[in-house]
């Protein structure tokens, strides 16, 4: 279950939290949210490099921990981001002559997702227990309907995702 609720944060201002279940299905505090929408990611070429060592990916959002399999990815703007082992596959297909699961260049998957961008700052807490984004005013939560939420920026999204409804 998403669970959100406010608290105050470490700079002593309100801000929404998040976690995100781990379970595949949409959460319904954002497909229940009036201004919720529903998006496509936009095929995107992105550089993928899967680790081999635990280690921590610093993110515009905030630090997120990587476990050995999973892609730390490189798109837009240079800006990393981390995708589980588990869920890579279901994201991402490589391009040739980089082959499925080998460090290299890859396509996004145009995949479904619900979206809802808020107007007050805002945390996302990973499945993981520990990694934890941070969101600005302005900013998108994204559901991407396996478990997991992420963050991105209002102008990052204008250029990956494709509003549908």
């Known amino acids: 279950m998403?669970?959100?609720?406010?608290?105050?944060?470490?700079?002593g201002h309100n801000a929404?939290?998040?976690?995100c279940s781990g379970k595949t299905g949409f959460s319904p505090e954002v497909s229940g949210h009036?201004?919720?929408?529903?998006a496509r990611k936009l095929e995107r070429q992105v550089e993928v490099r899967f680790t081999d060592i635990e280690c921590i990916v610093r993110t515009p959002e905030?630090?997120?921990?990587?476990?050995?399999?999973?892609?730390i990815v490189t798109g837009n703007g240079n800006?990393?981001?981390r995708v589980s082992h588990a869920k890579f596959a279901h994201k991402y297909r490589p391009l040739a002559p980089t082959a499925?699961?080998?460090?290299?260049?890859?396509?996004?998957?145009p995949n479904h997702?619900?979206?809802l961008q808020l107007q007050q700052p805002f945390e996302v807490q990973l499945a993981d227990g520990v990694s934890k984004l941070s969101g600005h005013a302005g900013d998108w939560l994204v559901d991407?309907?396996?478990?997991?939420?992420?963050?991105?920026?209002?102008?990052?999204?204008?250029?990956?995702?494709?509003?549908?409804?």
Request: contains cysteine; aromatic residues 10%; hydrophobic residues 35%.
């Open 62 to 71: 905030g630090s997120v921990r990587a476990h050995p399999g999973d892609a």
């Open 16 to 19: 929404l939290i998040f976690r």
């Open 2 to 11: 998403y669970d959100s609720k406010r608290r105050e944060n470490n700079n």
């Open 100 to 109: 499925a699961g080998e460090s290299g260049h890859y396509m996004s998957l």
């Open 113 to 115: 997702i619900l979206a």
């Open 34 to 38: 009036p201004q919720c929408v529903e």
């Open 144 to 165: 991407y309907g396996d478990g997991s939420l992420g963050i991105v920026a209002r102008d990052i999204f204008a250029t990956t995702y494709e509003i549908s409804s």
């Open 79 to 81: 800006h990393q981001w």
